[in-house]
Every structure is written in structure tokens, then in C-alpha cells.
């Protein structure tokens, strides 16, 4: 099995640190554009569709 260098491994976890902080931000804008309301009933919708 191949040896994952350090350097890829670290690149892989700010890709997915930065992921996390994208998702995170798009959940506070939605908040704060829509309400608490509105925000989950469009999380439930969301959930809905892919299920």
C-alpha cells in the first residue's frame, strides 16, 4: 500500500476544515436572511428531497 505524505494529508484536512466553515456560513446567512422558521422548514425540505 502507498505511504500518504504528510503534505497531502495536511492539505486534505484544511480542504475539509474549510468545507465545514463554507456549510457553516451558508447555514448562519440562511438564518439571518429567512428567520428560524423558514430556515428549518428549507432544512426539512432539503432532507425530504434527497430521501
Known sequence: M???SPVSR???RWGL???????LAAAIGLWARHGAAVFFDMVA???A???
Do not use: M, S, W
Not at 17 to 23: C, H, I, K, P, T
Open 17 to 23: 476544515v474549510v468545507g465545514l466553515a463554507v456549510l
Open 45 to 47: 425540505a432539503g432532507f
Open 49 to 51: 428531497y434527497c430521501f
Open 10 to 12: 495536511t492539505v486534505a
Open 2 to 4: 502507498a505511504e500518504v
